[in-house]
């Protein structure tokens, strides 16, 4: 490895944001500075992370200069090349997927790239936005977390974000109740602007993360897949729970146009709702 990319500068001057060695299962993970990641690579031991702004020019001219990235998986990173996508490289992962930001101003189903490349024992992050599940991955690994490989950080990665597009479409979902709920109610007024958000996030969500799921499926299909037994099945049932998710937006997005132009039963309580009493002028 050459890491001259590293050295001579704090974390957030060459563009790492964070980085952890994690020993054991049993150790505290150590916290990496720039200068201490070459040691930490060729120690052998334990699983490291490495989180990097990829719009920093000493990052990606450190994943430039590395060994332990793979030619194909330095290109992906160092070219912004967003298209999403998972596959095998060398003896690694190159995933390319979506995950939610959390930037000031930015809508919560707001989403932007992560590039990650992980084996047994490394998981290489970048972004070149701010992005929710990897800082609560480093938010998670000062507490305490424990894993045995870096595919084992990259399925929590997974797993977390799925969580966040979960509590995402229930918000929504609820926010579609309420809708339903005043128009059979015939508390008819505009509401444009909720069903306006509702439509965007139905769409982000499936134009984005739909091409996740059929990545990893893809992947899982491969003859050539030789991870361990826990991590294919990690990654089986988080793609199954994506799916879900994404069979539920389907769902809420076809909910949200009955609401709009109102489905036989709701356009028959708004008339009712509507019809002058037959004996006097009350409505």
């Not at 793979?70 to 290109?75: I, L, N, Q, T, V």
């Not at 990665?157 to 995402?168: F, G, M, P, V």
């Amino acid at each position: 490895m050459t890491s001259t990319a590293l050295i001579g500068g704090a974390g957030s001057e060459v563009g790492l944001l964070c980085g952890f060695h994690l020993r054991s299962v049993t150790e505290v993970a150590q916290e990496l500075q720039p200068g201490d990641v070459e040691t930490a690579v060729a120690s052998g031991e334990g699983v490291i992370w490495l989180h990097l702004n990829l719009s920093n020019a000493r990052a990606r001219q450190l994943v430039g200069q590395s060994g332990f990235i793979p030619r194909e998986a330095r290109d992906a990173f160092c070219a912004h090349d967003g298209r999403r996508r998972v596959e095998l490289v060398e003896d690694g992962l190159l995933s390319v997927i979506s995950d939610l930001t959390f930037e000031e101003g930015s809508e919560p189903e707001d989403q932007a790239s992560l590039w990650s490349y992980s084996t047994d024992r490394l998981l290489i992050t970048g972004r070149t936005q701010p992005l929710q599940t990897s800082d609560r991955l480093r938010a998670a690994v000062r507490a305490g977390l424990r894993v045995a490989t870096g595919h084992e950080l990259l399925l929590w990665i997974l797993n977390q974000r799925t969580a966040s597009l979960r509590d995402l479409t229930a918000e929504m979902s609820e926010q579609v109740g309420d809708i339903e709920d005043e128009i059979l109610s015939g508390r008819i007024r505009e509401q444009r602007e909720q069903l306006g958000r509702i439509r965007r996030f139905c769409a982000q969500l499936r134009r984005h993360f739909g091409p996740d799921r059929t990545a990893f499926r893809r992947l899982l299909q491969h003859p050539q897949l030789k991870f361990g037994a826990d991590v294919v099945e990690g990654f089986r049932f988080e793609i199954e729970e994506l799916s879900f998710l994404i069979e539920e937006v389907l769902e809420l997005y076809e909910r949200r146009r009955s609401s709009r132009h109102g489905s036989p039963r709701t356009r028959a309580a708004a008339s009712m709702s509507s019809r002058s009493c037959p004996r006097c002028s009350c409505r």
